[in-house]
């Protein structure tokens, strides 16, 4: 980790604990820890209160029907997810700003509800002109831009699934996430900015439907259509290279909405219909569509953001999260918009053309919350203090933390130099699959301990279990009843959703993290415990990298594992041994490492990787990785007394005490 300051470490010693700020104090739901009173009493009827906060058309007639490992929320209920973020606000709160981005070259550009919901009910027509229908999945792979918040509701609107695909992805993994969803339409863009760089995203999707002729749309939005980039405080050079189109299958996004209605009634969408997709890794080779339905979904992300948020009418919410992520969908759009606040968005990296850029946004733009990961503020850590105290920022009034352990000299650090030691820190665990946010301070209730997720959110019910499911005081996470945002299952794959998390206990959901409880009742989440990476805040399977490596053609045989990094908090390190004959230079390293990059996304390129004439393996034949990590970490070796030949692991930490040399 990174070496803590002295002060911090002052401050570790002899503060804890820390007390709710004074400001909210006054959180009349929460000052006397009623709900989660409530929610042990009757957690279905806490829930349903917290559904009635939604616009149904229809009410439902159950609160919950469970049948493990399958439940349902609110059944038979009917009600649209994009009409409880816009429709529903715009006699009350029409005129308020829904949402206001800026590009990355400084471009701006804000629509109050009405104009997000016009431009969304516009956008919806346009796709069911171009026969796009209720059931029918949607692939969007955009950047940060207004359109991938419009698509994701258009989508809603009209009942069509989507499924958002990280921009930073790969053309592979694009094409393996548009064949699994079969997805007739895929939403994209010419490009996008990334520090200072364009990323040419529509390229990338032409390249990724070869040979998907299900895919019959196209859609591509214009990035730099709505602004002019060149007059932007830093948009001098940059100019994205225009797209191929072809002619039938590829439509201009502004184009078709101009040409549509923007009226276009939401579609009455069941409680359990699916609201949308989300792809994420697990621990085999190809990663898993989580499926999220729409009634439990949209209560829980409701409910969240507005009790952890403690969202307030004034409110400028930032999540910097990009909305390919859970953490997006839930928390840019979804969760946020529900409750009618005004939401932040922010295309481009934090250091880019400074690293001050962050700060100058908070700043311009008066954001009082502000929820990033931790990946990121050890990044601001190091960068210096320096950079934010340039810019004032009194007007953030609490600070979340998603995405992976926070340690608590981070944590200190964000209290002190973001916070000055007046905003909440809210360390929220959650993950794609549970939809929304599980273990969580509450904001003027909860005493927080640097780096504990304190407590289930009211109606979360965690605990820590051994592997025979015996209460433990350190051992594995798990949440013992059905939440009303948990995935429905994995797309087209029913044994992998009951084996992955419901096959270690009876009916007890295993999110696959290691965590512990102090005497306190604290939870403290440990990190994965299954062969998923978590690398700045983004989840990796070993195996998808393995595959990606051995189809080098001079890849023969090839072991990942992650070992700690002060800033992302795990990075990739991947041990290869090559085709016999072939000899291992910095070059062909090089080349291994970016063909992982092309193969995935530039987030699994190998942080590390060594030559390996060997691996080490067990005399039945298997790698063991966990002395990979030992290696890799620069640890005594653990013990090895079942290996087949102990000199192979020697000469492993030799290379790779080389390499670091
Ligand atoms: O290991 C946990 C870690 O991130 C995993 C979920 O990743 P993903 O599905 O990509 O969702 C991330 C954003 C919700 C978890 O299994 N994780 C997430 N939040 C925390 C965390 N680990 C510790 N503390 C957290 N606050």
Redesign the pocket.
């Known amino acids: 980790m990174t070496k803590p300051h002295s002060e911090i470490d002052v401050l570790l010693n002899e503060q804890r604990t820390f007390k709710p700020p004074t400001a909210f104090a006054d959180a009349a739901h929460v000052n006397d820890q009623t709900p989660y009173d409530q929610a042990a009493l009757d957690r279905e009827a806490y829930w349903e209160n917290w559904a009635r906060e939604l616009d149904w058309f229809e009410p439902w007639q159950r609160v919950l029907e469970w049948n493990p490992p399958f439940a349902k929320w609110f059944v038979g209920g009917k009600l649209n997810a994009a009409h409880n973020c816009l429709d529903r606000h715009l006699d009350t709160i029409g005129d308020k700003q829904a949402l206001i981005w800026e590009g990355e070259p400084g471009d701006t550009r804000t629509f109050t509800y009405r104009e997000l919901h016009s431009e969304v009910s516009r956008f919806a027509n346009a796709l069911k002109a171009l026969g796009v229908a209720k059931g029918d999945r949607v692939a969007i792979y955009l950047p940060m831009i207004p359109e991938a918040v419009i698509a994701m509701l258009a989508c809603a609107r009209i009942g069509a699934p989507h499924s958002v695909v990280f921009g930073g992805f790969s053309p592979q993994s694009l094409h393996d996430r548009i064949e699994d969803a079969h997805a007739k339409c895929v939403i994209t863009a010419d490009g996008g900015y990334r520090r200072g760089t364009v990323i040419p995203l529509k390229a990338s999707t032409d390249a990724a439907i070869v040979g998907l002729d299900f895919v019959s749309t196209v859609v591509v939005v214009q990035r730099g259509a709505a602004t002019d980039i060149g007059a932007a405080p830093h948009g001098e050079a940059i100019e994205i290279p225009s797209c191929e189109m072809q002619a039938g299958r590829d439509h201009w996004y502004h184009e078709i909405v101009a040409a549509a209605s923007a009226d276009c009634p939401p579609e009455s969408m069941d409680s359990e219909d699916l609201l949308y997709l989300l792809y994420?890794s697990g621990t085999t080779g190809n990663p898993k569509g989580v499926m999220h339905t729409t009634g439990g979904y949209m209560t829980q992300v409701a409910a969240t953001a507005k009790w952890v948020f403690d969202l307030k009418d004034d409110d400028v919410f930032w999540c910097t999260?990009d909305v390919g992520?859970?953490?997006g969908h839930s928390y840019i759009v979804y969760g946020p918009l529900a409750n009618g606040a005004t939401v932040f968005m922010y295309e481009g990296g934090p250091d880019w053309p400074d690293r001050g850029r962050f700060w100058e946004l908070v700043e311009r733009y008066g954001t009082t919350i502000f929820y990033t990961a931790?990946t990121a503020i050890r990044a601001f850590m190091k960068w210096g203090d320096q950079w934010p105290a340039k810019y004032d920022l009194s007007c953030i009034r609490l600070l979340g933390?998603?995405?992976?352990?926070?340690n608590p000299e981070a944590w200190i650090w964000y209290n002190k130099t973001i916070g000055h030691e007046r905003c909440p820190i809210i360390?929220?665990?959650?993950?794609?699959?549970?939809g929304g946010?599980m273990?969580t301070p509450l904001p003027g209730a909860t005493t927080t301990k640097p780096g504990s997720?304190t407590f289930g959110f009211p109606g979360i019910d965690a605990t820590i279990l051994d592997e025979e499911g015996q209460p433990a005081e350190s051992g594995y996470l798990a949440i013992t009843t059905p939440w009303p945002a948990m995935l429905r299952g994995i797309w087209g794959d029913e044994a992998r959703y009951r084996e992955t998390y419901w096959s270690k206990w009876p009916d007890i959901y295993f999110?696959?993290?290691g965590a512990r409880i102090d005497k306190d009742g604290y939870l403290w989440?440990m990190?994965?415990v299954d062969d998923?990476l978590?690398v700045a805040?983004?989840?990796i399977g070993t195996m998808e990298v393995e595959s990606a490596l051995v189809d080098h053609p001079a890849v023969a045989e090839a072991a990942v594992v992650g070992r700690a990094d002060d800033i992302k908090g795990q990075a990739v390190a991947a041990f290869v041994s090559v085709v016999e004959g072939i000899e291992t230079t910095d070059e062909l390293r090089e080349e291994i490492r970016s063909h992982v990059a092309t193969q995935i996304g530039a987030i699994a390129r190998p942080a590390d990787l060594i030559f390996a004439a060997e691996l080490p393996k067990t005399r039945s034949g298997k790698i063991m990785r966990r002395l990979l990590r030992d290696v890799a970490e620069g640890r005594a070796l653990g013990d090895t007394t079942t290996l087949a030949d102990p000199a192979v692991v020697q000469g492993l930490q030799q290379q790779y005490a080389d390499s670091e040399g």
Not at 427 to 434: A, L, S
Request: negative net charge; without cysteine; proline residues 9%.
């Open positions: 994420t999260a992520w859970v953490t931790p933390s998603v995405g992976e352990p926070i360390d929220t665990w959650w993950q794609t699959e549970t946010m273990l997720v999110p696959g993290d989440i990190g994965r998923v978590n805040g983004h989840r």
